[in-house]
């Protein structure tokens, strides 16, 4: 019989979003859905703020990725006041960014996606979560809490806070940093550099072999990619030129101030996620997965697969295995988790990179900006993927306009094609348990998606539904626009 499963809440990710899958009559899987079922209104109430509150305010949009919002924001200002910042005051920025991506590889991996390899993804959910691991490798534990820990302490010292941070200001960074507090990042990033080294060989030699066969066939589909890169095609996260890849491979390369000529954004009633695709590819949006149309995806894999090369030597190597391994571009969904650990590795090199250029301690942080009328765009790597900020102000300095597109919005159409090539390929004859729910949600969890940051579908025609319950939880009414 007919029959609709929904896994709600999907867990280990970052913000709220259920399952929905339609079994047929047969059941078999007719369609599967991730539903965002939340919605932030930034675009909305930024408007009419003086623009260089917006690095102060974007932060907020998330608890786990602030300082992404708050670069990309710090950036776009730079853009609409028409300054371009004093090398020690990007470098300090790029320098913060590599300290959070690393405080977010090493969250994802070992406590959202850990529990799923370490534990099995059949063990039960009383056990498939961050206790769990603790008590199965409670020395590894030991050392990821440390690390992160140490990751935290390491942006207060740069920027006074590590959540919600205010150092990133229009025109550069406002706290120079002194040189008795690079000694002390410098140690720190020698641990953090050894945790890196650590978790990409405890991978290849636990994680991957074993689960080489899911590896192989869970959420398996084939989409383009967006990343950023240097000028020379080096992997870039916080500044460079846009690359759009095939799925074939052939790419082009664009400023990312013209975004809007490259991507546009598909909506769908059923979520307040938009779905981005590329539209210079001409042949509109579609995301069945047999034939999608314009998809294209971001994040670690992705940025892994558009760069030609990384310019530190020890991801560099690892990047040159990875590639004769799965060739290029990789289009294995769960290569995300590896591709994640070589950029681990990677900004850990960047941030002993950064702390050793002797700028790095340079006074001179900031230039002085001035209201203007002006639309400035930015872009830097977040960990869950390419993010653009899109300001215009008027003549004194008020926001006007607001886009923003963020890291998972690009991936909802593929996670949506992962989600439903999971489903099919697990759920037959009506037969299901748990544990295939869970490896449902392990394709999901493969693109760490940030739902909270994500939502801000705001058109005009956006919908509400309440369900309303008794004391017994029976549903009693529903209210909908
Ligand atoms: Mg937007
Ligand atoms: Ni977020």
Redesign the pocket.
């Given at each position: 019989m007919a029959k609709t499963l929904v896994i709600q809440p999907v867990t280990r990710v970052e913000g709220h979003a259920k399952v929905t899958i339609q079994l047929n009559d047969a059941g078999n899987v007719d369609t599967a859905r991730v539903n965002v079922i939340e919605l932030r209104g930034f675009?909305k109430f930024c408007l009419g703020r003086p623009v260089e509150d917006l690095p102060r305010i974007t932060p907020r949009i998330c608890g786990v990725c602030p300082w992404s919002h708050h670069l990309a924001s710090a950036k776009a200002c730079d853009a609409v006041f028409g300054v371009e910042p004093p090398p020690a005051g990007k470098k300090l920025r790029e320098l913060c960014n590599s300290i959070a991506f690393m405080e977010e590889h090493i969250l994802h991996f070992y406590f959202l996606a850990g529990a799923d390899f370490l534990l099995g993804p059949d063990a039960d959910y009383s056990v498939r979560n961050v206790i769990g691991i603790l008590q199965a490798a409670p020395d590894i534990a030991r050392k990821v809490v440390k690390v992160r820990q140490m990751c935290a302490h390491m942006l207060e010292i740069l920027a006074g806070k590590a959540i919600h941070p205010q150092a990133a200001i229009p025109g550069g960074f406002s706290k120079p940093l002194a040189p008795a507090e690079r000694d002390q990042l410098r140690k720190n990033a020698d641990e953090a550099l050894e945790l890196a080294k650590f978790s990409i060989a405890f991978a290849k030699e636990n994680v991957f072999p074993k689960y080489l066969e899911v590896v192989k066939s869970l959420g398996v589909i084939k989409t383009g990619f967006l990343g950023t890169v240097k000028e020379n095609g080096a992997l870039n996260l916080y500044d460079g030129k846009l690359r759009l890849m095939t799925p074939n491979g052939t790419h082009q390369d664009f400023p990312y101030a013209s975004y809007t000529d490259f991507l546009s954004e598909h909506i769908e009633s059923w979520s307040y996620l938009?779905f981005p695709y590329a539209k210079q590819w001409g042949e509109g949006f579609s995301m069945d997965a047999d034939n999608p149309k314009g998809v294209y995806r971001t994040n670690t894999l992705a940025r892994i697969n558009v760069c030609d090369f990384i310019d530190t030597p020890l991801a560099q190597a690892e990047l040159e295995e990875f590639r004769a391994k799965f060739g290029r571009p990789a289009q294995l969904t769960l290569l995300y988790h590896w591709a994640r650990l070589i950029e681990l590795l990677y900004n850990a090199e960047n941030a002993i990179r950064l702390l050793d250029d002797p700028e790095i301690t340079s006074t001179e942080t900031r230039v002085k900006v001035t209201p203007r009328a002006a639309r400035g765009v930015s872009c830097t790597e977040a960990p869950r993927g390419t993010l653009i900020h899109d300001y215009t102000t008027d003549a004194n300095g008020l926001v006007t306009n607001v886009?923003?597109?963020v890291g998972t919005t690009h991936n909802n159409a593929p996670i949506n094609m992962s989600v439903t090539q999971a489903a099919k390929s697990l759920i037959h004859d009506g037969k299901y348990d748990q544990g295939v729910l869970n490896t449902v949600e392990m394709a999901i969890r493969a693109y760490d998606p940030c739902f909270s940051c994500a939502t801000?579908r705001l058109d005009g025609k956006l919908s509400v539904k309440l369900d309303i319950f008794d004391a017994d939880g029976k549903l009693v009414g529903t209210l909908a626009n």
């Amino acid at each position: 019989m007919a029959k609709t499963l929904v896994i709600q809440p999907v867990t280990r990710v970052e913000g709220h979003a259920k399952v929905t899958i339609q079994l047929n009559d047969a059941g078999n899987v007719d369609t599967a859905r991730v539903n965002v079922i939340e919605l932030r209104g930034f675009e909305k109430f930024c408007l009419g703020r003086p623009v260089e509150d917006l690095p102060r305010i974007t932060p907020r949009i998330c608890g786990v990725c602030p300082w992404s919002h708050h670069l990309a924001s710090a950036k776009a200002c730079d853009a609409v006041f028409g300054v371009e910042p004093p090398p020690a005051g990007k470098k300090l920025r790029e320098l913060c960014n590599s300290i959070a991506f690393m405080e977010e590889h090493i969250l994802h991996f070992y406590f959202l996606a850990g529990a799923d390899f370490l534990l099995g993804p059949d063990a039960d959910y009383s056990v498939r979560n961050v206790i769990g691991i603790l008590q199965a490798a409670p020395d590894i534990a030991r050392k990821v809490v440390k690390v992160r820990q140490m990751c935290a302490h390491m942006l207060e010292i740069l920027a006074g806070k590590a959540i919600h941070p205010q150092a990133a200001i229009p025109g550069g960074f406002s706290k120079p940093l002194a040189p008795a507090e690079r000694d002390q990042l410098r140690k720190n990033a020698d641990e953090a550099l050894e945790l890196a080294k650590f978790s990409i060989a405890f991978a290849k030699e636990n994680v991957f072999p074993k689960y080489l066969e899911v590896v192989k066939s869970l959420g398996v589909i084939k989409t383009g990619f967006l990343g950023t890169v240097k000028e020379n095609g080096a992997l870039n996260l916080y500044d460079g030129k846009l690359r759009l890849m095939t799925p074939n491979g052939t790419h082009q390369d664009f400023p990312y101030a013209s975004y809007t000529d490259f991507l546009s954004e598909h909506i769908e009633s059923w979520s307040y996620l938009k779905f981005p695709y590329a539209k210079q590819w001409g042949e509109g949006f579609s995301m069945d997965a047999d034939n999608p149309k314009g998809v294209y995806r971001t994040n670690t894999l992705a940025r892994i697969n558009v760069c030609d090369f990384i310019d530190t030597p020890l991801a560099q190597a690892e990047l040159e295995e990875f590639r004769a391994k799965f060739g290029r571009p990789a289009q294995l969904t769960l290569l995300y988790h590896w591709a994640r650990l070589i950029e681990l590795l990677y900004n850990a090199e960047n941030a002993i990179r950064l702390l050793d250029d002797p700028e790095i301690t340079s006074t001179e942080t900031r230039v002085k900006v001035t209201p203007r009328a002006a639309r400035g765009v930015s872009c830097t790597e977040a960990p869950r993927g390419t993010l653009i900020h899109d300001y215009t102000t008027d003549a004194n300095g008020l926001v006007t306009n607001v886009n923003m597109i963020v890291g998972t919005t690009h991936n909802n159409a593929p996670i949506n094609m992962s989600v439903t090539q999971a489903a099919k390929s697990l759920i037959h004859d009506g037969k299901y348990d748990q544990g295939v729910l869970n490896t449902v949600e392990m394709a999901i969890r493969a693109y760490d998606p940030c739902f909270s940051c994500a939502t801000h579908r705001l058109d005009g025609k956006l919908s509400v539904k309440l369900d309303i319950f008794d004391a017994d939880g029976k549903l009693v009414g529903t209210l909908a626009n």
